[in-house]
């Protein structure tokens, strides 16, 4: 191998290593994943959030939350580099959906400007998924694949409802559940709407939680708790009434929920209830956090 040649290889592999260098600093400050099913990436959606300011006006309905340990809990697991929020407190993984999607939604409900800044960094690559009814975006069939995770670069993932060759039973679920009923309502389907609500907390509801297929040793995902409280006031907005008649019951989840907030500001995405007395269980993370903001913000 003469010298010319020497020279030329090592040419392309000072080309390659800094093509590699760039592209990695790409990457490390904006995501990137599949474009919008909605539009085009150069027309991502806009940021609609639909009213959830619930008229009925009563004393005993204060929600239980800090709002100043939250926004500590925003500071601690807010990544500046990324631009994205971290699933929890001190770990290194970043969700783009459904974590700093419903992050971007508490935040614009804090009035925190942070929210634009991880909006313009995710909006142009949302994609399918049932949490998108809480931004206005409800022109889509309510049809997903199970959920999957997806590696989109180092430690960034997001949550598929594309990729999967099975369908979702959503209505095993209540989360999803719920998620449907608003659905409905933003889709004109009142009456729809209310009967899912209704029929949700009657198959699932037993008093201390939602138990439904994803339910284990009387283990409650927390995340349902603030879900109906959000569905619920969604519904209230359009008829007074029925809020009424399920006041009780989202006075008990009220109460269920004041346990559920750490000292770090976040909410614990599990609980169960013991002689009545609530014990959080598993972590804090973003999206159980960021969907109780959502509901106890408006």
Sequence with gaps: MNKRTLTVLSLI???????????????????????????????????????????????NLTPPISLELVMNYYNVTYNSSLKL?????????????????????????????????????????????????????????????????????????????????????WY????????FSIYELENGNISLAEKVFETTINDFWNGYGFQDESTTSNVYASCNL????????????YNQTFARDYLPLILQMYSIAKH???????????YKVVNGTVIPLGNVNTETTSLFVIAFST
Excluded: M, R
């Excluded at 000072?14 to 994943?33: G, N, R």
């Excluded at 009035?111 to 809480?134: A, F, G, H, M, Q």
């Excluded at 559920?260 to 599990?270: A, C, E, K, T, V």
């Design 13 to 59: 592999l000072v080309l390659l290593i800094v093509t590699e260098v760039i592209l990695v600093a790409y990457y490390h400050y904006k995501v990137y994943i599949n474009p919008s099913i909605f539009s085009s990436p150069t027309t991502p959606p806009s940021l609609t959030i639909p009213p959830t300011h619930f008229p009925i006006q009563l004393s």
């Design 85 to 169: 929020f971290s699933e929890c407190p001190y770990v290194n993984k970043y969700f783009v959906e459904n974590d700093n999607l419903l992050a971007v939604i508490a935040l614009k409900d804090l009035n925190d400007s942070l929210w634009e800044t991880v909006w313009d960094n995710i909006k142009s690559n949302i994609t399918l998924s049932p949490y998108l009814v809480l931004v206005g975006i409800h022109n889509f069939t309510w049809e997903f694949k199970d959920p999957v995770i997806e590696k989109i670069w180092g430690p960034i993932y997001t949550i598929s409802f594309n990729d999967s060759p099975n369908y979702l039973a």
């Design 172 to 179: 095993e679920y209540a989360n999803t559940s719920l998620l």
């Design 226 to 237: 603030a879900l109906a409280i959000i569905a619920w006031k969604y519904i209230g907005n």
């Design 260 to 270: 559920l907030q750490s000292p770090i500001g976040g909410y614990f995405s599990n």
